[in-house]
């Protein structure tokens, strides 16, 4: 699954086409983001991300856009939004299904044009920048349940790639394991603990429900409080 994952990857740093990330939480998609962004002729100009879900609109708006001096109650001088520091970079949307539909037809408007107005503002401003957008939503049922615009859907959807969950792929629990034990013992300060084959069974069959974020924090809980140097079946909690 991940060897497809590279594949495409490998075709989409090429090219500045808009790309769609969909996955489950935790399945890297800011990863991929940050790869794609750093092997492509972009490479030295800014990558921003920002998280659609966890802004409020009305800062979301100004998040994106920027405001004028003076544009709503407390905007006592002008904000440079995510577009405009990403000029010449890339901007990555994450959960952009949940993106207000107001400002997806904003969005809408920048793919199409390459250019926008801060809040407020009459100033039109190009907009040289990759968009990549992620999701862990289906988009498609998002548009026939109105919530997505049909219109920039299909922008966005330009290339895609799906992050598969860590359940699909488990022949990488292994070496994500070993890796991220690795990992956890530089980053705590305490040895790198090694982990036998009975616990690595129990790893590997696990269904993981938060995929790779939730490895890698289990990984360093299992490095805090695995009794000896190798992670053995008991340490692991049921």
């Known amino acids: 699954a991940m060897q497809q994952?590279?594949?495409?990857?490998?075709?989409?740093?090429?090219?500045?086409?808009?790309?769609?990330?969909?996955?489950?939480?935790?399945?890297?998609?800011?990863?991929?983001?940050?790869?794609?962004?750093?092997?492509?002729?972009?490479?030295s100009t800014p990558f921003i991300a920002i998280n659609c879900s966890a802004i409020p609109f009305d800062l979301l708006e100004s998040e994106l856009f920027g405001h004028e001096r003076g544009a709503f109650t407390g905007a006592v001088e002008r904000h440079t939004g995510k577009f405009e520091q990403s000029d010449g970079g890339t901007l990555f949307l994450d959960e952009v299904g949940d993106m207000?539909?107001?400002?997806?037809?904003?969005?809408?408007?920048?793919?199409q044009e390459r250019e926008f107005t801060r809040v407020g503002g009459h100033e039109t401003i190009k907009a040289d920048i990759r968009i990549i957008a992620a999701t862990n939503q289906d988009l498609s049922k998002s548009v026939r349940d109105g919530r997505f615009r049909e219109d920039l859907y299909h922008r966005l959807n330009v290339m895609r790639i799906n992050s598969p969950p860590l359940r699909h792929r488990r022949e990488d629990i292994p070496l994500l394991v070993n890796h991220y034990l690795a990992a956890a013992g530089r980053e705590l300060g305490g040895s790198v603990k090694a982990i036998n084959s009975d616990a690595m069974e129990i790893l590997?069959?696990?269904?993981?429900?938060?995929?790779?974020r939730q490895l890698?924090?289990?990984?360093?809980?299992?490095?805090?409080?695995?009794?000896?140097?190798v992670i053995a079946a008991p340490d692991i909690p049921k």
């Open 100 to 111: 207000p539909l107001p400002l997806q037809a904003k969005l809408l408007r920048i793919l």
């Open 216 to 229: 890698v924090n289990a990984t360093r809980r299992l490095t805090i409080t695995a009794a000896g140097n």
């Open 5 to 43: 994952v590279y594949k495409t990857i490998g075709r989409i740093v090429k090219s500045d086409a808009t790309v769609l990330l969909q996955g489950e939480s935790g399945t890297g998609k800011e990863l991929v983001a940050q790869v794609i962004h750093h092997h492509s002729a972009r490479w």
């Open 204 to 212: 590997r069959s696990y269904e993981w429900p938060g995929n790779v």
